[in-house]
Nanobody, 124 residues
Framework: QVQLVESGGGLVQAGGSLRLSCAASGRAFNSIAIGWFRRAPGREREFVGAINWSGTTSYYADFVQGRFTVSRDNARSTAYLQMTKMEPEDTAVYFC????WGAGSSWHGDYEYWGQGTQVTVSS
């Protein structure tokens, strides 16, 4: 079992930055991949980015376009989603998820554990 808790959400102006954290517990953090997903009102959940167990490989959705960065600190059992140049279209509930296989992917079905989500609102 893995427990995930997101934090760092809030209100930010367009063009601003925000960093989300995902604190994990329950098993060795350096054996799992972390993915970030989001769900905007009236839209399906969508993939944002992911990072493998060691932090050597990361993946991003096309819409990120270099604005977001996924990272992790295995010593702190925490992953991060750094968001810059934010747009109103980035408004959503953001979730982190854990993949037991450690590789990470863009498909939500590969993730066994999910956090409760944190709200991010970008004002225009």
């Amino acid at each position: 079992q893995v427990q995930l808790v997101e934090s760092g959400g809030g209100l930010v102006q367009a063009g601003g930055s925000l960093r989300l954290s995902c604190a994990a517990s329950g098993r060795a953090f350096n054996s799992i991949a972390i993915g970030w997903f989001r769900r905007a009102p009236g839209r399906e959940r969508e993939f944002v980015g992911a990072i493998n167990w060691s932090g050597t490989t990361s993946y991003y959705a096309d819409f990120v376009q270099g604005r977001f960065t996924v990272s992790r600190d295995n010593a702190r059992s925490t992953a991060y989603l750094q968001m810059t140049k934010m747009e109103p279209e980035d408004t959503a509930v953001y979730f982190c998820a854990a993949d037991d296989w450690g590789a990470g992917s863009s498909w939500h079905g590969d993730y066994e554990y999910w956090g409760q989500g944190t709200q991010v609102t970008v004002s225009s």
